[in-house]
């Protein structure tokens, strides 16, 4: 259950981020944002971004779990560090500037850490392969 709603998550991020799909920047604008926002460097921007999408559905299918839940997991410290300054908890209310905390990055890190730490489970490619 964890590994499917953790893809999921990651995958439509990252599809955001990508391609503008579900409401998202897009690639060109999201390199911006990370560049002007927190700084990060575009080669980084971009790692994190494929890294999410592919991650997640690596995730999500069960392939390569350990090693996909591992980066996912680099990027939500990434992503706590950044919101560290908001404080823990989200912005329900959506006042830009204001509480948009890491409450949400800590949850899906211990989501991917969880996987890093069991594996993909039993319906899973990496199970299939494993007992080829």
Excluded: Y
Excluded at 38 to 64: D, K, Q, R, Y
């Amino acid at each position: 259950v964890i590994r499917l709603a953790l893809g999921c998550i990651f995958m439509a991020h990252g599809a955001q981020m990508l391609f503008g799909l579900f409401g998202g920047a897009g690639f060109a604008q999201t390199m911006q944002q990370f560049q002007q926002g927190p700084g990060i460097p575009m080669p980084l921007t971009f790692i994190a971004m494929v890294t999410e999408f592919f991650g997640g559905l690596a995730v999500l299918v069960g392939c390569l779990t350990r090693l996909a839940a591992l980066g996912l997991a680099v990027i939500m410290v990434v992503a706590i560090k950044v919101h560290w300054a908001s404080g823990f908890f989200l912005n329900l209310n959506c006042t830009p500037g204001v509480g948009q905390g890491f409450e949400f990055n800590f949850a899906l890190l211990a989501m991917a850490l969880a996987l890093v730490a069991s594996g993909s489970g039993n319906a899973s490619i990496d199970r299939w392969i494993s007992q080829l």
